[in-house]
């Protein structure tokens, strides 16, 4: 049974709107923007039924919660959870971020650079001092939730309205993102994610082992009228929308392709043009693309009315599939048993016959990103990148810290764009600001393109 958990940020609050840090202070409310943004997050969910609804009980998730489900008529599946109060830093608490940047200058230094190391030294009582880590708090927090709350709703569907800090854990600790790249994803004012929990969420060892989890989407921001993140304050870097080709006949048979180079069908071309009119209002100064026939004739439909040099990557090619290409799932089972099964439980240790393994994929994708950065520089740019399903995915892992056995936690569907920042330069670490976007492709939030095979 499959459990569908979507994340949604509160709507813009007072403090948001001024710089100010919240943590768990509760003086905060939304301001009209919070509050329309929550409305019309509520339009978005239209015809979803939520079994459960999981809130803050600070009162700006609140307001999002109660708008959205007033909206649905479901105001009566909410419940307030303490275990989705945001991140506590209680010495930094309703002070503006350039206070706290001049009066803590080396604790806000550990907190852009090495979060997991943030502490403070809170006053007690008795006149000592407590040592606190608020964002390994925060992990133990979010990861004592959804030990308790996924065994209740296997099947289900559930809703979740916090805030950027717990959410940002939420999304981590299921996924297995360390604390230490906690400022690698985003979380948007109404932003939208989607996580799909599947197999048996019980104690023992068996159900642990059927365990699985996949990010269909993160921080979908369309439905608000902003198709894309806004760059965080001072961004010096570029912006990658890495792009997986539109669907072809193989896709939507379920046909391994590999390094076969089988061309777009009508409809990818369709989600090629689709992602060319969601992006025409995005300036885009850079193109790269696999040199396959699927990805490049993607990037060239989306680049079409642009005056872009193309330039194409042999390393962002698809996995080698070897001798599994060009079949289907029951013609690899019967040629090759328990390999299948091996390829979807732990693809890390999985050889094609007479192709690539993960981990060749991961050097050489890994070696043409980084080329890709050394061209561009720390030109505040931002340019597409075209690739395909494993490459995508295998990028994915490789810029969230997460390894060869991920692979399958990191949904990327046909046509669908991903926004990766470089806001430090491309020496800093990379934030995924969206991943996923497909809303264009399918009129809603959850990702309606082809299952395909990989």
Known sequence: MSTRVIILRHGQ????????????????????????????????????????????????????????????????????????????????????????????????????????????????????????????????????????????????????????????????TALGIKPEMYHSIQQSNCGISVLNFSGNWGDSPEEQQSRRVQLESLNQTNHLGQKLPTLRPNNQGPRFLLVRHGETDWNRAGKFQGQIDVPLNEFGRKQASLAAEFLKTIHIDFGFTSSMLRPKETAQIILQDRNITLVEDANLREIGHGLWEGKYEAEIKAAYPGELERWHTHPESVQMPEGENLQDVWNRATAAWQQILAQVGNQSQTGIVVAHDATNKVLLCYLLGLGLADIWKIKQGNGAVTVIDYPEGIEGQPVIQALNLTSYLSGGILDRTAAGAL
Not at 80 to 86: C, P
Request: charged residues 20%.
């Open 13 to 172: 609050s007072s403090y948001n709107s001024q710089g100010r840090i919240q943590g768990r202070s509760d003086l905060s409310i939304l301001t009209d923007r919070g509050v329309e943004d929550a409305r019309l997050t509520g339009e978005a969910f239209q015809g979803l039924n939520f079994d459960k609804v999981y809130c803050s009980p600070l009162q700006r998730a609140q307001q999002t919660a109660t708008t959205v489900l007033t909206n649905l008529g479901q105001l009566d599946r909410l419940q307030a959870d303490n275990r989705l109060l945001e991140i506590d830093l209680p010495l930094w608490e309703t002070m503006f971020n350039q206070e706290v940047r001049e009066k803590y200058a080396e604790q806000y230094q550990a907190w852009k650079q090495c979060p997991h190391q943030l502490k403070m030294s809170l006053p007690q009582a008795d006149g000592s001092k407590r040592e606190f880590f608020p964002v390994l708090a925060l992990y133990e927090q979010a990861a004592n939730f959804w030990q308790e709350i996924l065994p209740q709703h296997q099947g289900q569907t559930i809703l979740i309205v916090a805030h950027n800090g717990i959410n940002r854990a939420l999304i981590s």
